[in-house]
């Protein structure tokens, strides 16, 4: 069988329609963070010691690139920030994983906010 490849068109188109709030199948996404520090695998279904959770803005880069940014209010995600993650659902404790990173560590103030801002390339293992 063939590779399937998707041609830049096809990848925006993607995005768009995945990720984009004003275009998006579903619900608007949010981005959040927690302390935990283990390696993401593909099985995650949560953070590992989620923190606080945002709604996410969309910013379109290029075919198959795009920005999700979040911003966690003082008060909000105290303590070690260690992992990132973007879900379908701004609601704490709801919605799906859609993809988790780590980053920091670092330790966000209770005085402190903070911008999450998480750049995503979808690449083609295949190629």
Do not use: H, Q
Not at 1 to 23: C, H, I
Not at 53 to 68: D, I, M, N, Q, W
């Amino acid at each position: 069988m063939a590779n399937l490849v998707f041609t830049d068109a096809g990848l925006e188109w993607l995005v768009k329609r995945a990720f984009d709030n004003a275009t998006a199948l579903g619900p608007a996404l949010a981005l959040a963070i927690g302390s935990g520090a283990t390696t993401p695998s593909a099985a995650d279904t949560a953070l590992i010691s989620e923190t606080a959770r945002a709604a996410a803005t969309f910013e379109y880069v290029s075919p198959g690139v795009f920005k999700l940014t979040a911003t966690f209010p003082a008060g909000d995600g105290t303590g070690t920030v260690a992992e990132a993650g973007i879900f379908d659902d701004a609601d704490d404790d709801e919605g799906t994983l859609i993809a988790r990173c780590l980053v920091g560590p670092f330790v966000k103030g209770a005085g402190a906010e903070y911008t999450l801002e998480l750049p995503v390339t979808l690449v083609d293992s295949n190629a």
